[in-house]
RNA sequence: CGGGGUGUGGCGCAGUUGGUAGCGCGCUUGCUUUGGGAGCAAGAAGCCCCCAGUUCGAGUCUGGGCACCCCGACCA
């Protein structure tokens, strides 16, 4: 491509709009542009980047075993209603009609749409294991876009949906997808790690993320330096020990105005691990008690997973009061019966503990869990915090916030039920598939490798997902031994299958190099007349910034050689 | 959805006590320049987010909308 016929607004100025670095410069190197909240144009050099990490992942996906389709973005209510998500998906989902006022949607994921091709031809074990993917967009009526293209209304997903007859098999294929990602995110060069997730909406019974971490990551992930224990922070554990109390009667106590475990401690003298939150929820209609300790923060993801539903609230200040007699700050499940009540592993056992008295102004002491309170379930509810114990080895966590890239699922037989995907087994019967779904945010995984890869004169692709491999400088105007000794490169790199960029703009110097380091491409060729007339042109990477000084016939050689050492990494991660 | 902020040439911004708009970058033309975003000169380009209202007169004041950004809530 030559620059001057080239459609690449770069701006020399921070478009105000922009705070994270990976923003800033795709905005400034001309890669995306804005549309409306959540949703930007790709022009050309932003979607040789996104093509190019795409085509990583399809040569992975495929080397996995994987299959590419291409399914519809617009799907009818009713696949949506089957299996329940058309209501769960709420308004995170975008829905229209069509003429004849039938509801469709703009499907935010693709689980729906694929179990429904796989009900209608899997038929038999023989057809077996399955895997199917595409890259597609995916809208999703984000409550509020933010960070570029990080987390928008309208993106790129490649997601990848295993079907296999066991569980067995699912393990298989979930591995090999594994596997698949570690290769991708290599690849492009990024620096990630695996976590433990929360399986949220999507169901199923375990999953994992890949994550980069970065303080502008919207997840938090605890990691233990010392054993490598990494856990989404929604569903992360640690060893904490809680402190016993002694054995006391239940009393009432007056706590006029003290409603929080602040003032309710400061006032009893009590250390907040005596507390119990009791927090009033409404699950499915119906009311739920969740109990933490005191100096511990409720994990809604946890709770989620302990109701077995996503259909949950906290009650309003009304709703508390009809229900305890009390309002907010005074409440407990202690003398409340027929409300379930969910408690916090950590109080198991707990006695001599503080909490509402159902009575406002007034709160009861020496409460014993296993006396006073009908727990229905133990589990574990509460947010791990930095410092804490490790679950595995009992060393302190680190809590890092992550950049979610990727994730993978065991759906297990969630979609296949609900959509009745079933196959014939071997022995006769009937069983429904037993499904794995696995996701990759393309934009993401670029802007990810931007915050990790750039400095203060713009980005640093790696050569792996550049827009193009060299750029030229021709630093003199037309009809000069610069202009010549460039088209003559040109020329020569493209045929050896190079992405060349030719910069023949009737600018200056330092204008082009300017553009050139914004743009980030690995390795630019300074055709200058002040080298020719030694004969020579210059190879600097922009990687390190290394100079390497060598003549025209040479230059094709030498590139081959820097290239090489990048694209075949002898180490893989 | 709660809190905060911003809407003025393509981009970044200024605009006084109300008197129909300016600066820098960019763009066009010409001359000079040519190894890290050049200089000079001459130009083009703005429904001042929208709708009402106050006023002789509104970018500016009042009311109501809308959009976008940030923090939180939310989020496979």
Known sequence: MRWSKAFIPTMKEDPAEAEMQSHQLMLRSGMIRQLTAGVYEYLPLGWRVFLKVMQIVREEMNRAGAQELFLPALAPAEIWQESGRWDDFGDEMFRVKDRKKRDFALCPTHEEIITDLARAKLRSYRDLPQNWYQMQVKFRDEPRPRSGVLRVRHFIMKDAYSMDRDQAGLDVSYQAMYDAYHRIFSRCGIKFFVVGASSGLMGGSGSQEFMVASPSGEDSCAVCPACGYAANLEVAQ??????????????????????????????????????????????????????????????????????????????????????????????????????????????????????????????????????????EKY?????????????????????????????????????????????????????????????????????????????????????????????????????????????????????????????????????????????????????????????????????????????????????????SVEMWPLKQQ
């Open 238 to 375: 640690s060893k904490l020990q809680s402190p016993a109390y002694p054995e006391a009667q239940l009393t009432e106590v007056s706590t006029p105005e003290k409603r929080t475990v602040e003032e309710v401690c400061g006032f009893l003298k009590v250390p907040a691990s005596q507390l119990i939150k009791s927090l009033l929820y409404m699950a499915d209609g119906q009311p739920v008690f969740a109990l933490v300790r005191g100096d511990d923060e409720l994990n809604e993801s946890k709770l989620q997973t302990a109701l077995g539903s996503g259909n949950f609230r906290p009650a309003t200040p009304e709703e508390v009061l009809k229900i305890t007699q009390a309002n907010v700050g005074f409440i407990s499940p202690v003398g409340i019966d027929g409300i379930k009540v969910l408690a916090d592993l950590a109080l198991q056992g707990a006695r001599g503990m503080v909490s509402g008295a159902n009575k406002d102004h007034h709160h009861l002491s020496g409460i014993n869990l296993a006396r006073d309170i009908k727990v």
């Open 379 to 563: 589990a574990d509810l509460r947010m791990v915090k930095a410092e804490e114990p490790c679950i595995k080895c009992g060393q302190p966590l680190v809590v890092t916030q992550a950049i979610e890239l990727g994730h993978v699922f065991k759906l297990g037989t969630k979609y296949s039920q609900a959509l009745k995907a079933h196959f014939v087994d071997e022995d006769g019967s009937e069983k429904p598939l037993v499904m794995g779904s696995y996701g990759i945010g393309i934009e993401r995984v670029a802007a990810c490798i931007i915050e990790q890869s750039h400095d203060q004169s713009g980005i640093i692709w790696p050569l792996s997902v550049a827009p193009y491999q060299v750029v030229i400088s021709q630093l003199g105007g037309s009809g000069t031994e610069s202009a010549k000794v460039s088209e003559s490169l040109y020329n020569e790199l493209q045929d050896a299958r190079f992405e060349v960029l030719l910069d023949d703009r009737e600018e200056r110097p330092g204008f082009k190099f300017k553009d050139a380091d914004l743009t980030g491409i690995p390795i630019r060729i300074n055709v200058g007349e002040k080298s020719l007339r030694e004969g020579l042109v210059e190879i600097k990477q922009r990687r390190d910034g290394q100079v390497f000084k060598v003549r025209p016939e040479e230059v094709r050689r030498k590139i081959q050689e820097l290239t």
